[in-house]
């Protein structure tokens, strides 16, 4: 496993809540990666104050004023080269990206996604979980690549779903489960625990004793 940190650039189009958890989770010291920057093609995210806030350099590419898809992400490609960065976390960036920058940044951009992929790709995904009667939903970390939410899967977190429950109590519900989420799969992937092997993502786990199923509605 290598030791230095590695530099984790953070791409976001909104309130930027998982931003957030990754800002806090690599501030311990030893953590395996640091936030270097924080960018945004909306300049109004909410995310980009939160980002300045806990004094981190961001940058707004705001990818309206760009004819096309291809002169905003070499836009992007350049901030992120600016700043030195070797990783990609999109945490609520809702641009679709070109195969081309996926592929720029293949196995070194990661992404989160409120559902247990390959469930529920694309938007509304806890409205149609609930529609569809799902008794466990989540939340997964993946590899991106160029078909929207897939790739390499490096973690997921089961959320139950409970009778009553709306999209927004559910989405709060997996909202927090993505928080703890996405910096252990940051970590895992960032310290080299996780490792790519064409499109599967193979971890160095530490304890199977874990590795117990999880009923929903539980056994007693
Ligand atoms: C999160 O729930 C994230 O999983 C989702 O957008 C939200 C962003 O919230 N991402 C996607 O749907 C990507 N397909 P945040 O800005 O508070 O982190």
């Not at 530099?7 to 311990?28: D, H, K, Q, T, Y």
């Not at 350099?57 to 004023?65: E, L, N, Q």
């Not at 350049?78 to 999109?90: I, R, T, W, Y």
């Not at 899967?153 to 703890?180: F, K, M």
Request: charged fraction near 20%; aromatic fraction near 6%; proline fraction near 5%.
């Amino acid at each position: 496993m290598s030791t230095a940190k590695k530099r984790v650039g953070i791409l976001i189009s909104g309130r930027g809540s998982n931003m957030m958890s990754l800002i806090a989770a690599a501030r311990a010291a030893g953590y395996p990666a640091e936030i270097v920057c924080v960018l945004s093609n909306r300049p109004e995210a909410e995310g980009l104050l939160k980002a300045a806030g806990e004094g981190l350099p961001t940058r707004a590419i705001d990818h309206k004023g760009f004819a096309s898809r291809e002169g905003f992400e070499a836009e992007l490609d350049k901030a992120l080269a600016d700043f030195g960065v070797e990783l990609v976390a999109c945490a609520g960036f809702m641009r679709k990206m070109t195969a081309g920058f996926v592929e720029r940044w293949r196995d070194r951009m990661l992404n989160i996604h409120p559902s247990l992929l390959p469930a529920f790709k694309g938007l509304d995904t806890h409205a149609r979980a609930l529609a569809a009667g799902v008794k466990l939903t989540g939340c997964t970390v993946h590899l991106v690549r160029s078909e929207v939410d897939s790739g390499p899967i490096i973690a997921q977190a089961a959320v139950p779903v409970l009778d009553g429950d709306t999209a927004e109590s559910l989405a709060a519900r997996v909202l927090e489960a993505e928080h703890r989420l996405y910096p252990h799969a940051l970590s895992l992937f960032a310290s080299g625990a996780a490792l790519v092997s064409g499109d599967m993502v193979n971890i160095r786990q530490a304890s199977i004793n874990q590795a117990k199923p999880l009923f929903w509605p539980p056994l007693e």
